[in-house]
Antibody, heavy 120, light 110 residues
Framework: QVQLVESGGGVVQPGRSLRLSCAASGFTFSSYGMHWVRQVPGKGLEWVAVIWYDGSRKYYADSVKGRFTISRDTSKNTLYLEMNTLRAEDTAVYYC?????????????WGQGTLVTVSS | QTVVTQEPSFSVSPGGTVTLTCGLSSGSVSTSYSPTWYQQTPGQAPRTLIYSTNTRSSGVPDRFSGSILGNKAALTLTGAQADDESDYYCVLYMGSGISVFGGGTKLTVL
């Protein structure tokens, strides 16, 4: 069974950085693309970034482009999201999710999320 | 900027049938957008119901079905139950790695 466990959330000041991790198990990590999706409490889902199964391609939402970096470590079965120059509007629950199929497919399996709060 | 549209809210009677839709601010939704549907209750992670337009995810009851209706993707729930009361989101794959979520539909069963 697919398991995704996020960590690294917390309270951070505006302008600072934070790195989220997502530990994957129950499937062949190196065979699937992975997403980050966020949700402001009480609001809708927002797609953040995707990384191809082999790390060869990465794509970002305009709202985070140039500030966030998605990466993966196949040896550790772990997905990362490096978040720099954080803003108050980045406050959200961040979910990692596995593509349901090929790397060009939407999320199909979800973690439980980790809360990031950007506040002074 | 392409916007994915969903009804903000919908209500259905217990045992009734409801169809939620997922459209584009410009253009028509087709299977090439890989429409995917999620159910989310407060405080919980999203749960994938339907992917690739009409394929039910493992464990999802056949009361849920997906399709293309006209120029939109559609999620149909037949025989609504009280615990179907949730937020429902669709997502469309726009190409070049980009996925866009709709704003979600709050479904009330009463």
């Amino acid at each position: 069974q697919v398991q995704l466990v996020e960590s690294g959330g917390g309270v951070v000041q505006p302008g600072r950085s934070l790195r989220l991790s997502c530990a994957a198990s129950g499937f062949t990590f190196s065979s699937y693309g992975m997403h980050w999706v966020r949700q402001v409490p009480g609001k809708g889902l927002e797609w953040v970034a995707v990384i191809w199964y082999d790390g060869s391609r990465k794509y970002y939402a305009d709202s985070v482009k140039g500030r966030f970096t998605i990466s993966r470590d196949t040896s550790k079965n772990t997905l990362y999201l490096e978040m720099n120059t954080l803003r108050a509007e980045d406050t959200a629950v961040y979910y990692c999710a596995r593509c349901y199929g090929s790397s060009s497919t939407p999320p199909g399996y979800w973690g439980q999320g980790t809360l990031v709060t950007v506040s002074s | 900027q392409t916007v994915v549209t969903q009804e903000p809210s919908f209500s259905v009677s217990p045992g009734g049938t409801v169809t939620l839709t997922c459209g584009l601010s410009s253009g028509s939704v087709s299977t090439s957008y890989s429409p995917t549907w999620y159910q989310q209750t407060p405080g919980q992670a999203p749960r994938t119901l339907i992917y690739s337009t009409n394929t039910r995810s493992s464990g999802v009851p056949d009361r849920f079905s997906g399709s293309i209706l006209g120029n939109k993707a559609a999620l149909t729930l037949t025989g609504a139950q009280a615990d179907d009361e949730s937020d429902y989101y669709c997502v469309l794959y726009m190409g070049s790695g980009i996925s866009v979520f709709g704003g979600g539909t709050k479904l009330t069963v009463l």
